[in-house]
């Protein structure tokens, strides 16, 4: 079976206030939006990169976020790896996975892109393909 990898970019789906707050409504529905890409949902691995986000999310916003993936784990594969800058709040991160996988996902936090396609897609089960 090949699996096929969306990198859905943070900034594509959180979203602020005019004043600068966490809009948790919008980012909801966007980040729903993002993974509901027109493939079938067995063959989807997500990637949420955070890399450039520029939103502080509190603990309630993280694990209201992991509530929706919750019910719209149909959507996707099975994993979700999100990436979050070198110098980002990994703790954060660590939450979300945390409360992810209480909920039965399998969501990994990670620094590096390497690593989370790593995990991702392990090497005994990467796809085949040309060197190019």
């Known amino acids: 079976m090949t699996l096929k990898l969306h990198?859905?970019?943070?900034?594509e789906f959180v979203k602020l206030t005019p004043s600068g707050e966490f809009?948790?409504?919008s980012t909801r529905d966007l980040?729903?939006?993002?993974i509901s890409v027109e493939t079938k949902a067995s063959e989807l691995e997500i990637l949420f990169d955070f890399r450039q986000?520029?939103?502080d999310l509190?603990?309630?916003?993280?694990?209201?976020?992991a509530?929706?993936?919750?019910?719209?784990?149909?959507?996707?594969?099975?994993k979700i790896a999100v990436l979050i800058?070198?110098?980002?709040?990994?703790?954060?991160a660590k939450f979300f996975e945390l409360c992810a996988t209480n909920r039965g996902l399998d969501v990994g936090a990670f620094k590096?892109?390497?690593?989370?396609i790593g995990w991702l897609f392990p090497s005994s089960e990467a796809p085949a393909g040309d060197d190019s």
């Open 85 to 92: 800058r070198e110098d980002g709040n990994f703790d954060n």
């Open 31 to 34: 980040m729903i939006k993002a």
């Open 112 to 116: 590096s892109y390497e690593d989370a």
């Open 53 to 55: 986000a520029c939103a």
């Open 67 to 78: 509530e929706e993936l919750d019910k719209n784990r149909g959507l996707f594969h099975e």
């Open 7 to 11: 990198v859905i970019h943070a900034k």
């Open 23 to 25: 809009d948790f409504d």
């Open 58 to 65: 509190t603990t309630t916003d993280i694990w209201y976020l």
